[in-house]
């Protein structure tokens, strides 16, 4: 099957899942840079369902081979917190070591950001569950940069569509995103699981990022 096949059905096939484990809810949330959305995606709870778990980390681990390729990066680094667990499997699969970044930086010990072995030069993958801002992958590439180490590319399950995708490309970062938002919202739209009305919300939450 060729790839852009597979990625559709891939989306088809993640969609009814993250619904299915409530992981895509709608209403009116506050993201964590104080901005309101009609829609919430969490994607932390995936890991409690195993069949949703095995089938995102294949999905990842699809859109990595395919839209990164393996010859651009020789370790992955997980995103705190909600990367750390997608990237720690994805890692283990494709026979990459695993790397995390922290969140502060540790008083005792190293005082390190970045967990796990990093040489000068080695070309990280920095992996999350989706992208908003891009404010948390930037930061993690910062502080891989810092200890050495190289990042041009950074991978999401979805693209919010709010900004991130430029943001990273400021950054000499290029995104790989197996689905944006917009097309979330088409699969449930045509589905029925999603209303008109809440379609045009996520529409217009995605023109005003």
Same mark, same amino acid.
């Given at each position: 099957? %060729?790839? #852009?096949?597979?990625?559709?059905?891939l989306r088809?096939?993640?969609?009814?899942l =993250?619904m299915?484990?409530?992981a895509?809810?709608?209403?009116?949330?506050?993201?964590?840079?104080?901005?309101?959305?009609? +829609? +919430?995606?969490d994607l932390r709870?995936?890991p409690?369902f195993p069949? %949703? +778990?095995r089938?995102?980390?294949?999905?990842f681990?699809e859109?990595?081979? *395919?839209d990164?390729g393996?010859?651009?990066? #020789?370790r992955? &680094?997980?995103i705190?917190t %909600?990367g750390?667990?997608?990237? &720690?499997?994805v890692?283990f699969q494709?026979?990459?070591?695993?790397? +995390?970044?922290?969140?502060d930086?540790?008083? *005792?010990?190293?005082e390190r950001?970045v967990?796990?072995?990093?040489?000068?030069?080695?070309k990280?993958?920095?992996?999350?569950? =989706?992208i908003?801002?891009?404010? &948390? =992958?930037i930061?993690?590439?910062?502080a891989?940069?810092a200890?050495?180490?190289?990042? #041009? @590319?950074a991978?999401?399950l979805i @693209?919010r569509e709010?900004g991130?995708?430029e943001a990273l490309a400021?950054?000499? /970062?290029r995104? *790989?995103?197996l689905?944006?938002?917009?097309e979330v919202?088409? /699969?449930l739209?045509?589905?029925g699981?999603?209303s008109?009305d809440?379609y045009? &919300? /996520?529409a217009?939450? /995605?023109?005003?990022?």
């Amino acid at each position: 099957m %060729a790839w #852009n096949d597979e990625r559709e059905k891939l989306r088809a096939e993640l969609c009814t899942l =993250l619904m299915r484990v409530s992981a895509i809810k709608f209403g009116t949330f506050t993201l964590a840079g104080g901005k309101l959305s009609p +829609y +919430y995606v969490d994607l932390r709870v995936v890991p409690s369902f195993p069949d %949703a +778990y095995r089938v995102t980390c294949g999905a990842f681990s699809e859109t990595i081979t *395919h839209d990164v390729g393996l010859a651009r990066f #020789n370790r992955i &680094s997980g995103i705190p917190t %909600a990367g750390i667990p997608f990237a &720690s499997v994805v890692a283990f699969q494709m026979k990459k070591p695993f790397l +995390y970044v922290r969140k502060d930086v540790k008083t *005792h010990g190293r005082e390190r950001m970045v967990e796990g072995i990093l040489l000068p030069g080695d070309k990280v993958l920095v992996l999350d569950d =989706l992208i908003t801002t891009g404010g &948390s =992958l930037i930061n993690a590439a910062k502080a891989i940069r810092a200890e050495g180490g190289v990042v #041009n @590319d950074a991978v999401v399950l979805i @693209d919010r569509e709010e900004g991130g995708k430029e943001a990273l490309a400021k950054a000499g /970062i290029r995104l *790989h995103s197996l689905t944006r938002m917009s097309e979330v919202a088409k /699969i449930l739209l045509k589905t029925g699981t999603l209303s008109p009305d809440q379609y045009k &919300s /996520i529409a217009k939450q /995605i023109r005003a990022g």
